[in-house]
């Protein structure tokens, strides 16, 4: 693949996902080798062309997002940022129903005034980790129900549609049923 800059895509990727989760440009610069003007051109020209290649080649979104999830590759194996790894963080969010039952209770919960990075916060994540959790899972969502298993094995698509829905409604149930009496006027005090 082209690089951009002296800058490949993975590398790219790495720096893009370390600076969404709280690495300064500065120690993206120290890590690539270049002054802060070439990184923003770098950054600019290759999240000018992510779309182009994913309409060409969707397999880069996929490599995209392995990256954004496990960005310690490259440049960045080493780079000594708090981002833990990915099998790090599936030790606290293992499956995708646990990661179901964090998502609908981060879900209700925000539908009635609690403040979403809290929900985070007592399941012992933050918006980086959360952010590597839900790449991870979108990923593995996409895998397991895959539209070519619909061509060729409609039963076993349904069958597994059925078994992650059927998750996904427990959670928003449970969750639904959890906050019932946490009632929320938000404007209680506007005078119309």
């Known amino acids: 693949m082209d690089s951009i800059n002296g800058i490949d895509f993975e590398n790219w990727a790495a720096a893009a996902a370390h600076l969404a989760q709280g690495m300064t440009e500065d120690e993206i610069c120290q890590i690539l080798g270049i002054e802060l003007p070439v990184w923003q051109d770098t950054n600019g020209q290759w999240a000018a062309k992510l ?19 496990n960005p310690k590759v490259g440049k960045f194996g080493h780079a000594g940022s708090g981002t833990p790894t990915l099998q790090d963080l599936l030790q606290k969010v293992p499956d995708f129903e646990a990661y179901q039952k964090i998502f609908w209770q981060q879900s209700i919960a925000a539908t009635h005034g609690i403040d979403a990075i809290t929900v985070l916060e007592e399941n012992g994540l ?30 076993a698509y349904k069958k597994r549609y059925d078994k992650t829905n059927a998750i996904r409604e427990k959670w928003e149930k449970h969750w639904t049923e959890q906050y019932k009496d946490h009632v929320v006027n938000l404007s209680g005090d506007i005078d119309f």
């Open 126 to 155: 933050n918006l980086q980790t959360w952010g590597q959790l839900n790449m991870h899972f979108m990923q593995w969502n996409n895998e397991y129900m895959d539209s070519n298993l619909l061509q060729t094995n409609p039963e």
């Open 51 to 69: 779309g182009d290649l994913m309409a060409e080649d969707m397999s880069i979104a996929t490599t995209y997002g392995n990256i954004f999830a």
